[in-house]
C-alpha cells in the first residue's frame, strides 16, 4: 500500500518543521502533504523547506475543510490524518497501519487519560463518547481524535459530509459506522501541542455536541426521535390522567402532546427511510 499523511496547518511554523522531521525519519517512503489553511506567518516556507508537498488555500477555511482538500491531493491507498502541532507522535502510524492491516477500514489514535489539553476537555469527550457510543450501538473510545489512518476510497465516500470546521473525525466516524465499515481504536498518548490551540472549549463544545445530534440523525434518527416522542406521549397519557380525575375531561395540552408525539415519531420512520438512500451506495 501507499501511504500519504494529510496534515492540515494554520500558523504553526513554531512546530511543524520539527514535525516534519520526525515523520521522514518514521515513514521515509510516505507521501506527505501539509494543507496550509490560509496561514499569516511561515508555515508554508518551513514545510516546503522541509520537503513536504504544501497545498494552500488562499484564505483560513477551516480545518475540516483543509482535511477534504488533502483527501482530494493524496494519491496514496491509505491516508494518515495527524495535527501539525507536535500532539501526534510519528512513531504510532506504525500501529495505526498495522492494525489498519488486520482488515479495519478506519483506526483513530485514542487518546489516552492525561492526554487531554485540560480537565474541561476530558470530561467533554468523555460525555461526547457515551452519547456517540449511544446512537452507533458500538464503543466509541475516542470520537474527536484527529490522530486516524483511513482507507482513501473509503474515506472519499463522505467528503459531502464532514463540515469544514473542527468536526470533521466525529462526522466521519460515525459516517463509517452507519455504513458498516470497521472502525478500531489504537491507545496513544497526545504531547502539549507547541504554540496556542485554535480550539474554543465553549464555542467549538456546543458545536461539537450539535454535530453529534445533526450526524446521529443521519446514523439512526430513530434513536433520536422514538425517545422524545416517547416522552410526549407520557406527559400527554400523565396529564390527561391528572385532568380526568380532578375535572373529568379531556383537555387541549393533552390532545397537543398526543399530536405532537406521533408526528415526532413519524418525523423518524421518514428520516429513517432519507438515511437508508443517502446511504445506498456504499450499503
Known sequence: MKISIVLPAKNESAAIGQTLQKLRMQCALAEIIV????????????????????????????????IKTGARAVTGDVIVFMDADGQHDPADIARLLSKLDEGHDMVVGARQKGSQASVGRGLANGLYNRLASWMTGHKVEDLTSGFRAVRADKFREFLYLLPNGFSYPTTSTMAFFRAGYSVAYVPIHAAKR??????????????????????????????????????????????????????????????????????????????????????????
Open 35 to 66: 494543507v496550509n489553511d490560509g496561514s499569516t506567518d511561515d508555515t508554508a516556507a518551513v514545510a516546503q523547506a522541509a520537503g513536504a508537498r504544501v497545498v494552500h488555500h488562499p484564505y483560513s477555511k477551516g480545518n475540516g475543510a483543509a
Open 194 to 283: 507547541i504554540g496556542k490551540s485554535h480550539i474554543r472549549l465553549l464555542r467549538d463544545g456546543a458545536r461539537f455536541l450539535l454535530i453529534i445530534f445533526k450526524i446521529g440523525t443521519l446514523f439512526s434518527p430513530m434513536k433520536i426521535f422514538a425517545p422524545v416522542a416517547l416522552v410526549m406521549f407520557l406527559l400527554a397519557s400523565g396529564w390527561y390522567g391528572w385532568t380526568f380525575i380532578t375535572m373529568h375531561k379531556f383537555t387541549n395540552m393533552s390532545a397537543l402532546l398526543y399530536t405532537g408525539s406521533v408526528i415526532t415519531f413519524m418525523m423518524g420512520l421518514i428520516s429513517e427511510q432519507i438515511t437508508a438512500l443517502m446511504y445506498r451506495g456504499t450499503e
